[in-house]
């Protein structure tokens, strides 16, 4: 059993992207985020739907840090209401969970 966490995020603009994926690295948040795209989404939001190009942030975490994760959103993410969904990881490789936990506890 692992206590990784992958946790998904949306971001309008690259450099938002790149900046907020920095400061969780920096901070231990996360041992790694991905960002992918640009993307589309699709959503309603304030009873209009929106269609816009957005970045996928996919970070690396445990679970212990995941509350942390989701009020470091709060004082870093630029969006009014982010994204934050949490995935649990069921299993992997072991060098790789191994590394990802020294890198978030530190």
Known sequence: MTTARIVL???GKQPDAEKL???LVERRLAAC?????PIRS????????SN??????????SAELAAQLRSAFKQLHPYELPECVELAVQGGSED???????????
Request: no cysteine; proline share 2%.
């Open 96 to 106: 790789y969970l191994a590394w990802l936990a020294g890198e978030v506890s530190g």
């Open 42 to 49: 699709v959503y309603r939001w304030k009873q209009k739907i």
């Open 21 to 23: 994926a920095l400061q």
């Open 9 to 11: 995020t949306t971001i």
């Open 52 to 61: 816009e190009p957005e970045y996928l942030l996919v970070i690396k975490t």
């Open 33 to 37: 985020v991905n960002i992918v795209g």
